[in-house]
């Protein structure tokens, strides 16, 4: 009982008591505040990444992508759908990922099906292959294989549609009978011909699949595209037909797809082995770093402070404005008019003159006061017509001119000023 | 919250454990996971021991108002209202136009249950009320790796007046005062003159000043042929009344020289103001474009030139149309009586000052009015520069301005008002001149 009444004194104890300080009034709010504002794009950020969860879970690509035509990817590229119709046949698959293997069980007498989509073997490695194997299945053989495996076999590229039936003396073509969409063709010319190889599935001059013996002696036969072993296409036209009656008959089927072990490079040592362990570790901890440092700068104290700025605008500027309008249209004789106005405005206050006074007696006093003739300045003051930009400048000079000059004859010398401090003439 | 420069470098060390023990990549990945996890564990640990930056009580020591270029302190009493030490960054909402000196970040370390001073030096750079909302504390863990951070409403305000630079003239024109009050009174008769005194003729006094009637009355009754001959003095009336209208509306927001023409305005009204009031004259201010801004009415002394500053200091020139329109009803709700109008606007162009020659002539039929406008005096250097094309069209465009300016001076007059047009620097002591002059001719 008495702990609740402590805890209700605690509260109210600066406020009931002597002290007046209160607590400042937070304006930015606090964490729990925060969250509460941030509900609504909390919840849809949640929601967003277990929708993304879901869908991810939804089309089985969690796991990471394999190989294309692998024997155990049950994906849209994989094999897995052939893989398990040869096994129920009692034809044993075995998937492997590197040339000794590849090698070993070819030395048993299996089938050999190679599908080197990346290029990653180079000829010797697919001559060492041809060298030990009996029957040698290659889907999509690039140019590598092509040469070593078929010499004068060439790579005729895609089909419109599907090519025609079978027509030739390949068993397994020939119960097949038709081959789907999608396949890639192969040519073949009079050596290779003469050497033994033909071909099925015509389309123009090309195959879809080409078989014959290779020159070490292996049967070799080259299926253009991937489509009738992928999981995708193998039930269409007769694609299983084709692929099944390829690769299942003999008892072993070695499934190799080269790995990057197998490359050219493999004995090269590759960059991770070439650097320390600690060097990705330690870019990531500079990356973290850097983002802590962007977050420590990037942290605004406090809000915006609103500085309410006045119009200022500088006088000057309709007078600039206006003298660019002058320039732009070439006034020249409204600008020269202007400065005549401002000149002999002057000119009467400095002949005291009456205001009222006119030109012509402004021009005439000013003539009489410098000792140019009287026509040349009415000229200057009235009638001269400025042509070109050239005569502009020179009637504004001159308009200078003759300010300065009736200023010089209007005022005493200057220098008896100075050297008599009186200013008595004498 | 918020993160220190420490707490990156605390991250960024992890380099020297992870290059240590990282031969191998796996024991250089777990140690770079060891070494983040234990950064954000310390600065857990910190966050968790700073004082909460909401707990702080806070009391604002400021003077309320200033003149612009005057210094001043200003003082936070910060109070650590909870139960740890409170080390914490403040920085007080000011606007840049406050003209805070340094950075705006005070370090302060409050033990538990006291408080400590934050003091700030402002030199505002602007005239006008300057506004801070709240403060923003910073509190920083022991460690001074994480801080929380909090803003705190403590408003404050200071009003910036203007700085009356002009006031550099008003010895001068206040010994021209006294020695018109001091001088021999006038002899003559006029509208703004009030008796003075009778004394004695003394030779050079206009005989037409003489008092008949003051010199009968004082005629010696023992030596009746040794009568004094009397003068009546006058000398210039006391208590006129002054009603300076500024025209606050977007002409007056045109920038001449260094400063806007309002606050030449303001510097010439204070000017004339001062020097009214030591006159003995009552001085009123109106503020007006369409509406009334401001308005000092019935202040006098010291309090007068105190309500003016106050008055002015935080109007500011809106860019809309003066409706002049209303002026003479505003001058009238000031005085009824005949009054020197003193109207500082800006006379240069005919078509802005269309309105204000269409009210002059109500004005000048009860008052004597005077326009003071600022001129630029760039004018004068564009004018007399012809070198190139370009300068002679400049010269030309200068030109036009100055007769443009000069034909509604001309209109002005004749209408009955007189004018005073000069720089911004020059505008003041020439307004102050030509009251002086009104004064001694007993104008006003």
Redesign the interface.
């Known amino acids: 009982m008495s702990a609740v009444r402590e805890d209700h004194a605690l509260p109210s104890s ?1 406020e009931s008591g002597s002290e007046p ?8 709010p ?2 729990r505040a925060s969250l509460r504002r941030g509900r609504t794009w909390i919840v849809v950020a949640v929601a967003l990444l277990a929708g993304a969860l879901v869908l991810v879970a939804l089309q089985g690509a969690i796991r990471a992508p394999g190989p294309p035509l692998a024997a155990d990817d049950p994906a849209p590229g994989g094999a897995q759908a052939l893989a398990r119709v040869l096994a129920d046949r009692g034809v044993e698959v075995r998937q492997v990922r590197s040339l000794d293997a590849a090698l070993a069980e070819a030395r048993r007498g299996a089938t050999v099906f190679v599908h080197d989509g990346l290029g990653v073997l180079d000829r010797a490695r697919i001559g060492e292959l041809a060298a030990v194997a009996d029957a040698i299945v290659v889907a999509r053989p690039d140019f590598a294989s092509l040469e070593v495996l078929a010499p004068g076999v060439r790579l005729a590229g895609a089909v419109d549609g599907a090519p025609g039936a079978a027509g030739c003396a390949v068993p397994a073509a020939d119960r097949a009978g038709t081959l789907s969409d999608g396949q890639r063709l192969l040519t073949i010319d009079d050596d290779a011909a003469a050497s033994g190889f033909t071909g099925c599935f015509p389309s123009g001059d090309g195959f879809a699949v080409v078989a014959g013996t290779a020159p070490d002696g292996a049967e070799v036969v080259l299926v253009g595209a991937t489509t009738p072993f992928a999981n995708e296409s193998i039930d269409e036209a007769g694609n299983a037909a084709l692929a099944v009656g390829l690769l299942g008959a003999r008892d072993e089927v070695v499934w190799y797809l080269p790995g990057p072990g197998d490359a050219d490079a493999a004995e090269a040592p590759t960059l ?1 082995e070439l650097t ?3 060097v ?3 870019l ?3 990356v ?3 983002i ?2 962007g ?2 700068r990037g ?1 605004r ?3 915006l ?3 309410d700025l ?7 500027e ?3 404005g ?3 309008l ?2 732009r249209s070439s006034a020249r004789l ?3 008019d ?2 005549r ?2 000149t002999i ?1 002057r000119l009467s206050a400095v002949l005291r003159l009456p205001r009222s006074a006119d030109v012509d007696a402004v021009v005439v006093s000013a003539a009489q006061a410098t000792g140019q003739p009287a026509a040349s300045v009415r000229a200057l003051l009235v009638d001269a017509v400025p042509q070109d ?1 050239r005569e ?2 020179r009637l ?2 001159d ?2 001119g003759l300010e300065r000059a009736v200023h010089a004859a209007i005022a005493p010398d200057p220098s008896l000023d100075a050297t008599d401090p009186t200013g008595r003439r004498t | ?5 420490r ?3 605390l ?2 060390l ?2 020297v454990p ?2 240590l ?9 777990a ?2 996971l060891g ?2 996890l234990l950064a954000l564990a310390l600065g857990g640990i910190d966050l968790a021991l700073a004082a909460s930056p ?5 009391e604002r020591d400021l003077p309320s108002r200033l003149r612009l270029g005057e210094t001043v302190g200003s003082e936070l009493v910060l ?1 650590n ?1 909870g139960r740890r030490r409170l080390r914490a ?1 403040v ?1 007080d ?5 406050a003209g805070v000196h340094g950075r705006n ?1 005070s370090r302060v370390d409050v033990p538990a249950g006291e ?1 400590r001073r934050v003091r700030l030096a402002l030199t505002p750079t ?1 005239r ?1 009320d300057r506004v ?5 504390v ?1 509190s920083h863990g022991p460690l001074g790796l994480w801080a929380r ?6 408003p404050g305000r200071l009003r910036v007046l203007p700085p009356f630079h002009s006031r550099a003239h008003l010895p001068s024109r206040l010994t021209r005062l006294r020695e018109l009050d001091g001088r021999t009174p006038i002899l003559v008769r006029g509208q703004g003159t009030e008796f003075d005194s009778l004394r004695e003729y003394v030779r050079g006094d206009d005989v037409r000043s003489i008092d008949w009637r003051a010199t009968a009355r004082r005629a010696d009754p023992e030596s009746p042929g040794a009568a004094k001959l009397m003068v009546r003095t006058w000398r210039p009336e006391r208590d006129r009344r002054i009603v300076i209208v500024v025209d606050t509306s977007r002409t007056a ?4 020289g260094d400063e ?2 309002l606050d030449t305005a303001y510097e010439a009204a204070l000017l004339l103001a001062a020097l009214a009031s030591h006159a003995g004259d009552r001085v009123d201010l109106l503020l007006w474009d369409r509406r009334r801004r401001g308005r000092v009415h019935g202040a006098s002394g010291a309090d007068l030139l105190a309500r003016m500053v106050d008055t002015m200091a935080d109007v ?2 809106e ?1 809309i149309e003066a409706d002049w329109a209303g002026v003479p009803a505003q001058v009238r709700s000031v005085t009824s009586r005949r009054a020197l109008v003193v109207l500082l606007t800006a006379a240069d162009s005919p078509g802005s000052a269309r309105g204000l020659l269409s009210v002059l002539p109500q004005l000048t039929a009860r008052h004597r009015v005077v326009v003071a406008s600022v001129t ?1 005096p ?2 004068e250097a ?3 520069r ?1 070198d ?3 300068d ?12 443009d300016g ?1 034909r509604v001076a001309a209109a002005v007059r004749q209408l009955g008002a007189t004018t005073v047009a000069a720089g911004p620097a020059e505008l003041p002591p020439a307004l102050a001149d030509r009251y002086l002059e009104l004064k001694a001719a007993g104008q006003l």
């Open positions: 600066p300080a209160r607590a400042a009034r937070a304006v930015s606090g964490v991770a320390p362990g600690w990705s570790p330690v990531v901890l500079l973290v770093a850097t802590a440092a977050i420590w942290r104290f406090g809000p402070v609103v500085e006045p119009v200022h605008v500088p006088a000057s309709t007078g600039e206006r003298a660019r002058y320039a409204r600008a020269i202007q400065i106005i401002g405005r930009d502009l400048v504004a000079r308009l200078d | 919250m918020a993160l220190t420069g707490f990156s470098l991250v960024a992890g380099v992870v290059v023990l990282g031969a191998d990549a796996a024991v250089a990945w140690t770079l070494w983040l909401r707990r702080v009580a806070v109070r209202l960054e920085r909402g000011w606007p840049p136009s970040r408080g602007r006008g801070t909302e709240a403060i923003t910073r951070q909090a803003t705190l409403a403590a927001a045109a920038r001449i806007p023409r500011d020139a860019l630029d760039t004018l564009a004018v007399s012809r190139e094309l370009a002679v069209y400049a010269a030309a465009a200068a030109e036009r301005t100055r007769l000069d």
